[in-house]
């Protein structure tokens, strides 16, 4: 009786498959009872994401049977034909306890190592565990997972570091400020690229945002989605004083900012750090700005590279998180206490165990 | 082991107990031993670019600063006063503060590899500390009660703040240029924001200047009130004001005229390898500080 898997993933089955297959979070109680009051499993968790579909469960009748039931169960739901059945990957241990080992820890993600996922099992293993879906043995290997994950978290570098272009210019920001709560960002240029950069800002608690653009009323759109204010274009240079980050991404086919009109703001801001992501292309920023005190420029090369030097070593990082999975996969299944004798003791009730 | 001893002990002058196990300055070479350990894991640390959470060097100094307290205990018992009466226990004092803010500061997680940056020095100082000759009888030593030592104890707490400035200011350097250079490092790496740091080096300034300025007047005001002969222009005397100064410049500069960043951090390394490299000297040449 061991622990079972089965479903598919971004690696397995493109969008449109996926999305036919995906549970909402309202209905996965349904489905559970389902599941469970169909014999296919005595405890079970469907963890449903944007980029995943599983069922982890534990059944009493022999592993190839339910992982066949649960394929079925996985293809009716999602209305295909019965071929898609096949289509549904299925593993029982040991392989099932490392893949949910994996999928914890962001190594079976899209982008490696990232966080999200652990938060989205975890949602997952809530709901099942809330309405009793869930018993001693899937609880066990569920907070054995979330702790492989905390351990891998620590103890590797698979989830340092940012592998966004955005990111990365959010965790310079935070190498530079003593707390990013207290800056404000001037964006230059009211485009997407701009919107998304400072929304990443914000999202990581930048004060206040302020857009400047050509055409005035694009600023003030911009800044009432991302809740800041816009000023006039030509004032941009007055702005620049008070704030701590300058993002720029304007079509301007000439530098914007050259190195002597920064350094006359640079002096009439103390000199206090300032820190200038130049996302444009052309470029907006002189690139021999940075050899002024106190600030930090990046231009989108400069960033991509920190994004993709972090990606590599999250893969160099693979092999001591896989090292990790197995260890801690193995010690887990040979566990005495999920031998079948002892778990046929625990299903006993009290009185008849006298 | 014996062949150190001897050569520690080989000074027939020396007026303080012996270098061995259980001397004072036996507990105070073992610490110096354990400062040791810690510059060879910082120097690791430097090599891997301080990117794995630092634990190592904390207990390394946590460990070594036991020893060095038991080595201060024992010789203010002996003493029955605050040791910083000669050289070697000056340094030792400045290097037991230097060690004690660096504890205090490393609660934080961020702060801990300022342990990396402090431990070459608090060893190099160390070992200097250990030479024979400058443990001998100070020329006041009959006169150090009451206030004279807390003169003394004040300037030495001082120059252990403007010690984890400079260290402080090491690791914004540090930081600085792998942000400068836009290196990976500069994200992966757990060394605090370098506007942290920079608080951190102005704030540890001032509070060495606070107690500069206390340590100096009660010096002056002590000197006067025991009409002991002094001249104005005493080694030690011209240089403490020189010092003085120094910091007073160096804080006015980052408060009044926006000296920032890579200047304050410069600055606080810069005074402090000075203060290192003639406090020794000075006090030699002094009349009233040197050994008679």
Redesign the interface.
């Known amino acids: 009786m061991p622990l079972l898997v089965a479903g598919l993933n971004h690696r397995t089955a493109p969008i449109e498959m996926r999305e036919r297959f995906a549970f909402a979070e309202a209905a996965l109680p349904e489905a559970l009872t389902r599941l469970r009051s169909g014999g296919l499993a005595e405890e079970a968790v469907i963890v449903s994401t944007c980029n995943r579909v599983e069922i982890y469960a534990w059944s009493a009748a022999e592993a190839a049977s339910s992982l066949d039931g649960l394929r079925q169960f996985l293809a009716d739901h999602g209305g295909g034909p019965s071929w898609v059945s096949q289509e549904v990957y299925g593993w029982s241990e040991p392989q099932s306890v490392e893949h949910l080992f994996r999928v914890v820890s962001g190594l079976d993600s899209m982008v490696l190592g990232e966080t999200e996922v652990l938060g989205q099992v975890k949602k997952a293993y809530d709901i099942a565990l809330r309405h009793r879906h869930t018993g001693w043995r899937l609880n066990k290997v569920f907070q054995r997972a979330f702790n492989v994950a905390k351990q891998i978290r620590t103890e590797t570098f698979i989830q340092r570091g940012s592998v966004s272009v955005g990111s990365v210019a959010v965790d310079l920001a935070e190498k530079i400020f003593d707390a990013l709560g207290g800056c404000s960002v001037l964006v230059l240029g009211a485009g997407d690229t701009s919107e998304k950069a400072a929304r990443a800002f914000l999202s990581r608690g930048a004060r206040e945002v302020v857009v400047a653009n050509r055409t005035l009323a694009r600023a003030e759109l911009l800044a009432s989605e991302l809740g800041g204010r816009a000023v006039p274009f030509d004032r941009w240079s007055e702005v620049a004083e008070a704030v701590d980050i300058l993002l720029s991404s304007t079509a301007a086919s000439e530098y914007l900012v050259n190195t002597a009109g920064l350094e006359s703001i640079m002096k009439r801001r103390q000199y206090r750090p300032l820190l200038m992501v130049d996302i444009a292309v052309p470029r907006n920023i002189d690139p021999a700005v940075s050899y002024l005190e106190n600030v930090y420029l990046y231009n989108v090369d400069d960033l991509q590279a920190i994004a993709d030097d972090c990606m590599q070593r999250r893969r160099e990082e693979l092999h001591h998180c896989e090292t990790i999975i197995r260890d801690r996969a193995a010690a887990l299944l040979a566990d005495p206490r999920r031998h079948p004798w002892v778990s046929q003791a625990r299903q006993q009730p009290l009185d008849s165990r006298v | 082991m014996t062949e150190i001893y001897r050569l520690l002990n080989r000074h027939s002058s020396l007026i303080y107990p012996r270098v061995n196990v259980v001397s004072d300055r036996g507990y105070f070479a073992v610490a110096v031993a354990i400062y040791g350990l810690a510059s060879i894991y910082a120097f690791f640390l430097w090599r891997r670019g301080f ?1 794995r ?1 630092e634990r190592v060097s904390y207990v390394l100094l946590a460990c070594a600063l036991g020893f060095h307290t038991v080595a201060m205990l024992k010789r203010g018992f002996t003493l029955s006063r605050c040791p910083v009466n000669n050289l070697y226990e000056a340094i030792a004092f400045v290097l037991w503060t230097i060690t004690a803010i660096y504890l205090v500061l490393g609660l934080w997680r961020r702060f801990r590899f300022l342990g990396a940056f402090a431990s070459p020095v608090l060893f190099g100082v160390g070992v200097f500390a250990l030479f024979p000759e400058l443990d001998q009888r100070g020329a006041d030593a009959d006169l150090a009660r009451g206030w004279s030592s807390v003169h003394a104890a004040l300037i030495l707490l001082a120059y252990g703040a403007f010690g984890l400035a400079s260290v402080a200011g090491a690791m914004y350097l540090t ?1 600085e240029r792998e ?2 250079l ?1 290196k ?1 490092r ?3 790496n757990l ?1 605090p ?4 740091l920079e ?1 951190t080096v102005g704030r540890l300034l001032m509070i060495g200047f606070a107690l500069l300025t206390v340590g100096l007047s009660l010096g002056a005001y002590n000197l006067h009130a025991e009409g002991r002969p002094y001249s104005v222009w005493d080694a030690k005397i011209l240089w403490s004001v020189l010092v003085w100064v120094i910091y007073l410049g160096l804080l006015v500069m980052h408060l009044r005229f ?1 000296h ?4 304050i951090a410069l600055g606080a390394v810069a005074s402090f390898a000075f203060v290192l490299l003639t406090f020794w000297g000075t006090n030699l040449l002094s009349a009233i500080h040197g050994p008679p």
């Open positions: 990117l959470e930081q942000l400068k836009r990976v500069a994200v992966l060394l924001p370098i506007g942290r608080l926006a920032r960043g890579r200047r």
